[in-house]
């Protein structure tokens, strides 16, 4: 017979907070070791229950994200679960950047969770395939873009988004390239429109985080 899992469930939604607690009860194997609504309730039952694992929601008072930080900075053995509405990615990648070993979506199958909760109190790790797969796109996909979009500058565009680079001015840019300081200008204007940014600052990244063609500024053709 499988040991009992102890489980401490934090959300500041009584009803459901009640719910998954009756579901895992009546589907067997889990101990309610405490219930909570705040991130303050969180990190007590961690330092008081010791849980095998812990439940928590992420929109709670105080802040679910916060709370495991703060309670994994004290106990970094302790297996936290995200159980959450939220399918952001940045919601995610934050969280697995916390260190908790689940992220859940509250539509799951009470049938589900239990399963997870005891992989998860095994030793395993649970995110949603279809969230794991969105993620790692958006963390792909964005070199690509970004290398595309520098790609489609002229040698002209991508000269002077290299000065801009270098944190010169628009007026010193036209200087080292003999050119009227409106024509920078009408450049910066068609460079922040093809690169898809809102300003020279996001522009400017743009080129130092993309990898591409070397171009001589000093002999380009002109505009």
């Avoid at 401490?8 to 009803?15: A, G, N, Q, S």
């Avoid at 719910?19 to 219930?35: D, H, K, M, N, Q």
């Avoid at 628009?170 to 009408?186: F, V």
């Amino acid at each position: 017979m499988s040991a009992v899992v102890r489980i401490t469930i934090v959300d500041d939604h009584p009803l459901f907070r009640e719910g998954v607690a009756r579901s895992l009860r009546e589907i067997g194997g889990f101990e309610i070791a405490g219930e909570g609504a705040t991130a303050a309730d969180a990190e007590r039952l961690a330092r008081i229950e010791q849980p095998d694992v812990m439940l928590l929601d992420i929109s709670m008072p105080g802040g679910g994200l916060q709370a495991a930080a703060n309670i994994l900075a004290k106990s970094p053995n302790q297996k936290i679960v995200i159980l959450t509405v939220s399918e952001a990615n940045a919601d995610l990648a934050l969280a697995l950047k916390t260190g908790v070993r689940g992220y859940v979506l509250k539509g799951v199958r009470s049938s589900s969770l239990a399963e997870i909760l005891k992989s998860i109190a095994a030793g395993e790790k649970y995110i949603p395939p279809t969230l794991s797969a969105r993620l790692l796109n958006e963390l792909i996909q964005p070199e690509t873009r970004k290398v595309d979009l520098i790609g489609q500058l002229s040698d002209r565009e991508f000269g002077i988004l290299s000065l801009v680079a270098e944190g010169l001015s628009n007026k010193e840019a036209a200087k080292r390239l003999a050119l009227q300081e409106k024509t920078i200008k009408h450049h910066m204007t068609r460079i922040l429109a093809k690169l898809k940014v809102r300003n020279r600052t996001e522009a400017a990244l743009l080129m130092h985080e993309s990898k591409t063609r070397p171009v001589d500024i000093m002999h380009q053709p002109a505009p």
